[in-house]
């Protein structure tokens, strides 16, 4: 009854700039009871690792490996997040996947975009 839109992946340079976004569209009666948005990556020959979430209330938690460099952010009601990723690493390259969390435990993964950070 979701779906997650992502956009903004690429390729970037070392110490470059990217933004992704991810759209959450259909029910807004669960779309309304959202609990925790976050990204995650897959880097080739890697399991999936969380990067960053948000909470309903504004919380949010980073992988250790990105502290610093990037952001996570929300609109102002809640449908779609943003990272914003500064300060890029090769070590970035994967594919980004938005996650949605709601209340009463459904959970929805976007389709992934490719990061690509060139030396």
């Known amino acids: 009854q979701v779906q997650l839109l992502e956009s903004g992946g690429g390729l970037v340079q070392a110490g470059g700039s990217l933004r992704l976004s991810c759209a959450a569209s259909?029910?807004?009666?669960?779309?309304?009871?959202?609990?925790?948005m976050g990204w995650y990556r897959q880097a080739p020959g890697k399991q999936r690792e969380l990067v960053a979430t948000i909470m309903s209330g504004g919380r949010t938690n980073y992988a250790d490996s990105v502290k610093g460099r990037f952001n996570i952010s929300t609109d102002n009601a809640k449908t779609t997040v943003y990272l914003q990723m500064n300060s890029h690493k090769p070590e970035d390259t994967a594919v980004y996947y938005c996650n949605a969390r709601y209340y009463g435990g459904s959970n929805y993964w976007g389709q992934g975009t490719q990061v690509t950070v060139s030396s």
């Open positions: 259909g029910s807004p009666f669960i779309i309304n009871t959202i609990n925790t």
